[in-house]
């Protein structure tokens, strides 16, 4: 236990430090957040502040941003360094470190939430949530199917120079097609079905029903099962193909 | 009690023997060298002997675990330098020796550790202000702050200046007064003549010498040169007096002078490059 704490602590000292990701992977979301609230942010909706649903969308992008697209860059420059295989010859057990790698960045996924959340009460006028307990359980839920995909895009993915591109061709279309920064009922049909077959879309779902719509997820059911479904494909994809070795060399 | 015990190691890649059946044993408390042009089979070697890679045939024991089944306890004993790898670029010198004594349960202290490296003045400094040869002092401080018994070092001067490299050789020299047991592959032949106390020579997966390195190159035959009308004669021979006695009695008889005579034992280089580059029968 002590091992796990050490390395967490670890984890998080490397994610602050590092300013490129702290910027990149913490601030981007609530920085998209003020930019789209104060243009689109004011009146309401069905008797909702429209920030409500903005503080939502952008949640939802910061799940994506961060557990998937975040943790994906950080495990493959770790593994194209090196990190990852001069880790495998210390005592350090290969699945506590991934579970402490998971459960910094589940960490870093509410607080960024929480900072969305704060800038929009605080703001924007945006309401605080309805079922906060839930909410809570929606990110936590979110932010660990998210890093299933973060894992398996990590494991695809052979270089660091590929990674971050790679990684904002998934997270931003997935996150417009989703709803993140408004509505797309004007989208054409083909792609909210394509919408309707991606996680993100139903993550938001969640987020809308424990946050503005006072809807226990235990309605939410079939959201729940596609958002575990895409994570549990991604935790497979994982097993079979991560390495802790440098591709590219 | 042998501290590495290596017999009829073999590995293929996609059905290329990169390692074809070596045997090798190091003692406690030796440093012991692997010797070879890259492609030999060193890195092969070692990374199996770290538990990175499983072999496809032979035994293989190191401090009497099997590296093939990475135990845990296995790793605590152990310190690794890769040939590549950047630790935490963001991260201090302190920073990450305090990490990876975090995954001992018996480390050394941290602060003696960088003192010893020779990084004392860099504690503070983030990993990527370092140079080449302060980032491999700090590879060799997170592979000794665990207090392993064993040490591995691969290609540890590689891309170094001819100061770096004499700084290097002090720090592994002094793994030797620690009284650890090290396992060093290189592809310079003056880096394993300082540093080891025996050697093995690999060519092409196999072991072509093992033994002192005084003695595995020493040469036993010397090189005579001359020119006779112009063309270079050289003559190898074990047995140079007579040879010499013979080839200028004939010289004086015949009336010719025997230009540039030159009589010199082949160069350990020489011999090394003879070793590692002749075609195996």
């Given at each position: 236990m002590?091992?796990?704490?050490?390395?967490l602590?670890?984890e998080?000292l490397?994610?602050w430090?590092s300013r490129?990701?702290?910027?990149f992977?913490?601030?981007?979301?609530p920085l998209l957040?003020?930019?789209?609230?104060s243009v689109?942010?004011?009146?309401?909706e069905?008797?909702?502040?429209v920030?409500?649903?903005?503080?939502a969308?952008?949640i939802?992008?910061?799940?994506?941003?961060?557990?998937?697209g975040g943790?994906?860059i950080?495990?493959?420059?770790?593994r194209?360094?090196?990190?990852?295989?001069r880790?495998?010859s210390?005592?350090l057990?290969?699945?506590l470190y991934l579970?402490?790698?998971l459960l910094?960045n589940?960490l870093?996924?509410?607080l960024q939430?929480?900072?969305?959340?704060?800038?929009g009460v605080?703001?924007y006028?945006?309401?605080p949530p309805?079922?906060p307990a839930?909410?809570?359980?929606?990110?936590?839920?979110?932010?660990?199917?998210?890093a299933g995909?973060g894992?398996?895009?990590?494991a695809?993915?052979?270089?660091d120079?590929?990674?971050a591109?790679?990684?904002?061709?998934?997270?931003?279309?997935?996150?417009?097609l989703?709803g993140?920064?408004?509505s797309?009922?004007?989208?054409?049909?083909v792609?909210?079905?394509?919408?309707?077959?991606?996680?993100l879309?139903?993550?938001?779902?969640l987020?809308?029903?424990t946050?503005?719509?006072?809807e226990p997820i235990?309605?939410?059911?079939?959201a729940i099962a596609?958002v575990?479904a895409w994570g549990?494909a991604g935790?497979v994809v994982?097993w079979r193909r991560?390495?802790w070795e440098p591709?590219e060399r | 009690?042998?501290?590495?015990?290596?017999t009829g190691?073999r590995?293929?890649?996609?059905?290329?023997?990169a390692?074809?059946?070596?045997?090798?044993e190091?003692?406690?408390?030796?440093v012991?060298?692997?010797?070879?042009p890259?492609?030999?089979?060193?890195?092969?070697?070692?990374?199996?002997?770290?538990g990175?890679r499983?072999r496809?045939?032979?035994?293989?024991s190191?401090l009497g675990?099997?590296?093939?089944r990475?135990?845990?306890a296995f790793?605590?004993?152990?310190?690794?330098v890769?040939?590549?790898?950047?630790?935490?670029?963001?991260?201090?010198?302190?920073e990450v020796h305090?990490?990876?004594?975090?995954?001992?349960?018996q480390?050394r202290?941290?602060?003696e550790?960088?003192e010893?490296?020779?990084?004392?003045?860099?504690?503070?400094?983030?990993?990527?202000?370092?140079?080449?040869?302060?980032?491999?002092?700090?590879?060799?401080?997170?592979?000794l702050?665990?207090d392993?018994?064993?040490?591995?070092l691969d290609e540890?001067?590689?891309?170094?200046?001819p100061?770096a490299?004499r700084n290097a050789w002090?720090?592994i020299r002094s793994?030797?007064?620690?009284?650890k047991t090290?396992?060093?592959?290189?592809h310079?032949?003056?880096e394993?003549q300082?540093?080891?106390?025996r050697?093995?020579?690999?060519?092409?997966?196999e072991?072509?010498?093992i033994?002192?390195?005084?003695?595995?190159?020493a040469?036993t035959?010397v090189?005579?040169?001359y020119?006779?009308r112009?063309?270079?004669?050289?003559?190898?021979t074990a047995?140079?007096?007579r040879e010499l006695h013979?080839?200028?009695?004939?010289?004086?008889?015949d009336?010719?002078?025997l230009e540039?005579?030159?009589?010199?034992?082949a160069?350990?280089?020489?011999?090394?490059?003879?070793l590692v580059?002749?075609e195996?029968e």
């Amino acid at each position: 236990m002590t091992l796990f704490w050490h390395q967490l602590r670890a984890e998080q000292l490397t994610f602050w430090r590092s300013r490129e990701a702290a910027i990149f992977v913490f601030l981007f979301p609530p920085l998209l957040f003020v930019l789209l609230a104060s243009v689109f942010g004011d009146g309401t909706e069905e008797g909702r502040p429209v920030s409500s649903y903005l503080v939502a969308g952008l949640i939802g992008y910061a799940v994506a941003n961060t557990a998937l697209g975040g943790l994906a860059i950080t495990l493959v420059l770790r593994r194209e360094s090196g990190i990852l295989k001069r880790l495998r010859s210390t005592p350090l057990p290969g699945g506590l470190y991934l579970a402490t790698v998971l459960l910094s960045n589940l960490l870093i996924v509410v607080l960024q939430s929480f900072v969305v959340l704060a800038l929009g009460v605080l703001l924007y006028g945006a309401d605080p949530p309805e079922r906060p307990a839930e909410f809570v359980l929606v990110l936590a839920i979110g932010a660990v199917a998210f890093a299933g995909l973060g894992l398996a895009t990590a494991a695809l993915i052979r270089s660091d120079e590929a990674v971050a591109a790679a990684v904002n061709v998934i997270v931003l279309p997935m996150s417009f097609l989703s709803g993140a920064f408004g509505s797309t009922e004007d989208l054409p049909a083909v792609l909210q079905v394509i919408a309707d077959v991606l996680p993100l879309k139903y993550l938001i779902e969640l987020v809308l029903a424990t946050y503005v719509d006072n809807e226990p997820i235990g309605d939410h059911l079939g959201a729940i099962a596609v958002v575990a479904a895409w994570g549990i494909a991604g935790y497979v994809v994982a097993w079979r193909r991560f390495g802790w070795e440098p591709r590219e060399r | 009690m042998s501290a590495i015990s290596v017999t009829g190691l073999r590995k293929s890649y996609d059905g290329v023997e990169a390692v074809r059946g070596i045997d090798f044993e190091v003692e406690a408390g030796e440093v012991f060298g692997l010797l070879g042009p890259n492609g030999a089979g060193k890195t092969t070697t070692v990374e199996i002997l770290e538990g990175y890679r499983q072999r496809d045939g032979g035994e293989v024991s190191v401090l009497g675990f099997d590296p093939g089944r990475a135990e845990r306890a296995f790793r605590e004993r152990i310190g690794v330098v890769l040939q590549q790898s950047e630790l935490w670029p963001v991260l201090t010198v302190r920073e990450v020796h305090r990490i990876f004594a975090g995954y001992y349960s018996q480390p050394r202290d941290v602060d003696e550790v960088i003192e010893l490296v020779g990084l004392a003045e860099k504690r503070d400094a983030k990993v990527k202000t370092l140079s080449g040869g302060q980032k491999r002092r700090l590879d060799l401080g997170v592979a000794l702050v665990g207090d392993p018994e064993l040490v591995f070092l691969d290609e540890p001067t590689t891309g170094f200046d001819p100061a770096a490299r004499r700084n290097a050789w002090a720090l592994i020299r002094s793994l030797r007064q620690l009284g650890k047991t090290v396992l060093l592959t290189t592809h310079y032949l003056d880096e394993a003549q300082q540093l080891a106390d025996r050697v093995a020579v690999l060519r092409a997966g196999e072991i072509v010498r093992i033994g002192k390195p005084s003695e595995l190159i020493a040469s036993t035959t010397v090189q005579i040169r001359y020119r006779l009308r112009g063309e270079e004669v050289v003559l190898e021979t074990a047995d140079p007096t007579r040879e010499l006695h013979e080839l200028t009695a004939r010289a004086l008889r015949d009336g010719v002078e025997l230009e540039d005579l030159e009589v010199r034992r082949a160069s350990l280089e020489d011999v090394y490059l003879a070793l590692v580059e002749d075609e195996p029968e």
